[in-house]
T-cell receptor
Framework: DAKTTQPTSMDCAEGRAANLPCNHS???????VYWYRQIHSQGPQYIIH???NNETNEMASLIITEDRKSSTLILPHATLRDTAVYYC?????????????????FGTGTRLTIIP | NAGVTQTPKFQVLKTGQSMTLQCAQD?????MSWYRQDPGMGLRLIHY???????DQGEVPNGYNVSRSTTEDFPLRLLSAAPSQTSVYFC?????????FGPGTRLTVT
């Protein structure tokens, strides 16, 4: 799986949009970008994933650059409950997941703190 | 639908003791895995299974055994606990969308 690079930490004011960047310059054509978050002491939580098109769900939006070498997770109206560590992961998978290669590699992620 | 459940939530062991961490999922997922997370670090894969009767090693398998006799259950066994195994253990099961994690087991080995 391709390696990702994320800032160690970020702050965001409550109610504002939180934009979390991720670099994955060695991503392969069949690798998807996944985002998870981990709220203190809890298990990681799936947020969103995408291949090359921008994606949106009830939690967040994912913007992937045209060359797919970087992406941004957007939490449109951050709340205090969004304070967590956010992990950007690239892996083979998505709509045609290769279950023999489901080994997610978690880095250290971005610690996002929402400021009241 | 309970998702992924883990027991116990907390456990203290003495060096050399053995124990089994339980993990169960009710989503009929074929793929399940075990991770450990040490303070301030990301998750590291211990073992995984792509279906009943099939298991394989992850990044840090030493000192741990797994088995997968049913789709629902994926227990993790510590054969002879060591202080280096003090960690938080997460079990996960996978669908096409992504992995779903249990609440974790916090293990301390003294």
């Amino acid at each position: 799986d391709a390696k990702t690079t994320q800032p160690t930490s970020m702050d965001c004011a409550e109610g504002r949009a939180a934009n979390l960047p991720c670099n994955h310059s060695t991503i392969s054509g069949n690798e998807y970008v996944y985002w998870y978050r981990q709220i203190h002491s809890q298990g990681p939580q799936y947020i969103i994933h995408g291949l090359k098109n921008n994606e949106t769900n009830e939690m967040a939006s994912l913007i992937i650059t045209e060359d797919r070498k970087s992406s941004t997770l957007i939490l449109p109206h951050a709340t205090l409950r969004d304070t967590a560590v956010y992990y950007c992961i690239v892996r083979v998978g998505g709509s045609q997941s290769n279950f023999g290669n489901e080994k997610l590699t978690f880095g250290t992620g971005t610690r996002l703190t929402i400021i009241p | 639908n309970a998702g992924v459940t883990q027991t116990p939530k907390f456990q203290v062991l003495k060096t050399g003791q053995s124990m089994t961490l339980q993990c169960a999922q009710d989503m009929n997922h074929e793929y399940m895995s075990w991770y450990r997370q040490d303070p301030g670090m990301g998750l590291r894969l211990i073992h995984y299974s792509v279906g009943a009767g099939i298991t394989d090693q992850g990044e840090v398998p030493n000192g741990y055994n797994v088995s997968r006799s049913t789709t629902e259950d994926f227990p993790l066994r510590l054969l002879s606990a060591a202080p280096s195994q003090t960690s938080v253990y997460f079990c996960a099961s996978s669908s096409l969308a992504g992995q779903y994690f249990g609440p974790g087991t916090r293990l301390t080995v003294t």
